[in-house]
């Protein structure tokens, strides 16, 4: 009797510390002139004249650029080895002088990283890491086993790209960096709004990315949970019979239905078109992502301005924020929780 006591005790202890770690993350500090934002290489290695120009404008806004080994690195398609790249990232926590941490492009390979990382210490060490397509896997990794707020947002190449808007995602980043008050409700660009996909109004952490990324996680250690969650999902260059098999094991393994709402960005290039030999056009994308807003019954909102469009937002992940979807076709999300801490 006494042991069985002794672990239900234990019991709840440990799910006590569960809804703890659920109801607060871990942030950063807001960034002023004069701080340094590491820029590191999680994936893709890229050449230096393709963000030269960037760094420049990050001094320009004040700020001072320490480069990872991984920046200047190439191997076959990385930036470098696994464990070069993995290196980056936990130095770079466990620098205290680095105040952010911003990603120079994604590509592929940032999910091979995330057995390297030593998430004890860098749950000690809070600092914003930036980035969006496939840093979404140090996304979900972080806020999962460090419960860390992360920034869904502009990576370093994305200054110099001509795809992206550079007023409205250049001012977002630079605004974003030195908030450390709630953003509250996100402004679009101009001509364009947040649209009703299901109806109602839901709230929760921010979490998500990009659709592949998510999908490639499940039944590894790194999988997104997302119970209670506002789930973000965008897309490029994936026909839309891919982004229904995507959907659907999301489906199948639950995430839809944990999450409190879907918010889907820019879902660019997958509209069927391309040059896919296997593509299946029975669908078209608006009709796969409505199928399976209505399967997840939760409330589901489109356009936000994220992912591989022109713009993209400065999101906060791991972060409440509270998205109303009306009956009548708008929509909105404000974020009510500071995404960095003040000084």
């Known amino acids: 009797m ?10 709840s202890l440990v799910l006590i510390l569960v809804m703890q770690a659920e109801a607060e993350r871990l942030k950063g500090v807001a960034l002023t002139s004069g701080d340094v934002i590491g ?3 999680p994936a893709s290695y890229a050449d230096d004249e393709d963000f030269i120009g960037s760094i ?20 076959e398609h990385f930036a470098g080895t696994d464990r070069k790249r993995a290196e980056d990232i936990n130095n770079f926590f466990a620098d205290d ?5 911003l990603c120079v492009r994604g590509g592929y390979g940032s999910a091979r990283v995330l057995e390297r990382l030593d998430y004890k210490m860098i749950a000690k060490h809070p600092k914003p890491l930036i980035g969006f397509s496939d840093v979404t896997a140090l996304h979900i990794a972080l806020g999962e086993k460090a419960g860390l707020v992360t920034i869904h947002g502009p990576m370093l190449v994305s200054f110099v ?13 630079f605004d974003g960096l030195r908030n450390y008050k709630a953003i509250g409700e996100v402004v679009m660009p101009e001509g364009r709004k947040l649209e009703t996909v299901i109806p109602g109004k839901a709230e929760g952490f921010i979490t998500g990315g990009n659709l592949t990324v998510l999908t490639s996680l499940v039944g590894t250690p790194y999988e997104l949970n997302g119970k209670g969650c506002l789930l973000l999902l965008e897309e490029i260059g994936e026909s839309p019979y891919r982004i229904d098999r995507m959907l659907n094991q999301l489906y199948q393994n639950g995430l839809l239905s944990r999450v409190n709402g879907i918010i889907l960005g820019d879902f660019k ?5 391309g040059n896919d030999p296997d593509k299946i056009d029975d669908f078209s994308l608006e009709q796969v992502l409505r199928h399976y807003a209505r399967l997840s019954r939760k409330p589901v909102i489109k356009n936000m301005p994220s992912g591989h469009g022109n713009y993209n937002l400065f999101l ?5 924020a509270v998205m109303n979807a009306d009956g009548k076709g708008s929509a909105s999300l404000v974020i009510d929780e500071a995404a960095l801490a003040e000084r």
């Open 56 to 75: 420049e404008l990050l001094k320009e806004h004040g700020y001072k650029v320490k480069l990872g080994k991984s920046a200047h690195a190439q191997y």
């Open 2 to 11: 006494k042991n069985l006591f002794k672990n239900l005790i234990a019991l």
């Open 161 to 173: 790209s001509k795809r992206f808007d550079s007023e409205y995602s250049r001012r977002n980043f």
């Open 269 to 273: 290039g997958c509209d069927g078109g």
């Open 39 to 41: 820029v590191l290489a």
């Open 316 to 320: 906060p992940f791991g972060v409440h």
């Open 97 to 101: 002088e680095v105040k952010a941490i």
